[in-house]
């Protein structure tokens, strides 16, 4: 049955100072760039805590509509480890023990839900479960991060790279594996309520689950905020953003064309796209197995020195079977967002146009949405500090 918990993976305690650390190592974020934040981070510090990951497995669909086992991983943060269940009798000891654990449980802030920043199989969320995304849900809330398909469990897989419609499926599934777990295990029932966080991968990841969820009202989820940041939301944009400048700073792009190759069957012929090393090792490389700032210091930044230089032509019928394909992972325009949209961008993002941003404000004002942005002057990485940090200050003052 599709959302099903099927098992429990691991449970590890998280310490807030040495994942911070971690963090800012593993994404090269300094002092220079954290300085201006300061009062933000001062701020962080007296309301943040420490957490316990939750790694459970549960059943879903891949893009193809194939069941598969997928994983993922629910954070608690220790100030309400309260709510863990102590055993048959303590739970019968009387109305003062319920009291305290009901308690317990109140403290329980609200639910986020985010969808992940997946740069390899190895960082997925059940692989580095010390990731930026859970730092909001540190200050009390149960943070829920599903592994993409193709990472955690289900690894033999390709990562689906902008499967917008499986991603959406992917986490649905996961919300529900958790409400299981936490009521089968813990014996808390989640709340209905979430709100929805990601960056760069992840914020077209949460702008498609936000409209399954709001058209599924059959999940009885209700969104109230919707927080996304440096997201390709018209995909086609930056495909074409890569035709015309034949440079990118992150070398992602191998590795969707053969995701896209793999989950939409298009039957590409790789002798006609990539060349040189990446021609070589491409069954290896770009099924996820390495990190794509890795990948990018292999290959480099220029399109020309990885990709057949005829490869962007309309005349091409392998570009343009790629592009058909990308431009119908648009997130379709068939709905006007109920909660409230939190935009985030860089003018100085060298992974994803800012182009994607501007197309999705422009049809969320036509529509009516009640939209709000902030545009940042930092390449794609940094700037996902201050979003960050713009969060979990709005959650400070809820």
């Not at 985010?114 to 479960?129: E, F, N, Q």
């Not at 959406?168 to 309520?193: C, G, I, N, T, W």
């Not at 927080?227 to 191998?254: K, N």
Request: hydrophobic share 40%; net charge positive; glycine share 8%.
């Amino acid at each position: 049955m599709r959302g099903q918990f099927a098992d429990l993976l691991f449970i590890k305690r998280l310490n807030f100072f040495k994942t911070f650390l971690h963090v800012l190592a593993q994404y090269e974020i300094g002092p220079k760039v954290l300085l201006p934040y300061t009062r933000q981070l001062l701020n962080m510090l007296l309301h943040i805590g420490d957490m316990t990951a939750y790694g459970i497995s549960y059943h879903t669909v891949d893009p193809q509509g194939m069941p598969v086992l997928a994983s993922g991983v629910i954070y608690i943060p220790r100030k309400v480890e309260g709510l863990r269940s102590k055993g048959k009798g303590q739970r019968s000891k009387g109305k003062g023990q319920r009291s305290k654990v009901e308690g317990q449980r109140s403290k329980v802030k609200g639910v986020i839900e985010v969808s992940p920043l997946t740069r390899s199989k190895i960082d997925c969320a059940s692989r580095d479960i010390m990731a930026a995304e859970i730092f909001p849900g540190m200050m009390g809330y149960i943070t829920i991060i599903p592994d993409l398909i193709g990472c955690g469990i289900s690894e033999q897989q390709p990562i689906a790279y902008l499967q917008h419609d499986n991603v959406a499926q992917v986490s649905a599934d996961m919300r529900m594996a958790a409400a299981q777990f936490l009521l089968q295990e813990l014996h808390y029932k989640l709340p209905s309520v979430s709100m929805l966080f990601g960056y760069s991968l992840g914020g077209s990841g949460v702008w498609s689950l936000a409209r399954y969820y709001q058209q599924h009202p059959e999940t009885g989820v209700h969104v109230t905020h919707i927080f996304a940041g440096g997201g390709a939301y018209y995909p086609e944009v930056a495909l074409r953003a890569f035709h015309s400048t034949r440079h990118s700073d992150y070398a992602i792009l191998p590795n969707i064309v053969y995701s896209m190759n793999y989950y939409d069957r298009l039957g590409l012929n790789f002798d006609h796209i990539f060349k040189g090393k990446l021609l070589k090792n491409y069954k290896h490389w770009c099924k996820g197995n390495i990190p794509i700032p890795e990948l990018t210091q292999i290959i480099g930044t220029k399109l020309d020195h990885y990709l057949n230089f005829d490869f962007f032509n309309d005349q091409n019928p392998e570009y343009m079977r790629l592009l058909k394909v990308v431009t119908e992972k648009t997130i379709p325009e068939d709905w006007v967002p109920k909660a409230k949209v939190h935009l985030f961008h860089s003018r100085h993002d060298t992974y994803v146009p800012i182009a994607c941003f501007w197309e999705l404000y422009k049809r969320l004002k036509r529509c009516g949405a009640t939209v709000e942005y902030k545009l940042l002057s930092l390449d794609h990485v940094p700037a996902a500090v201050p979003f960050e940090l713009d969060f979990i200050s709005f959650l400070i003052k809820k």
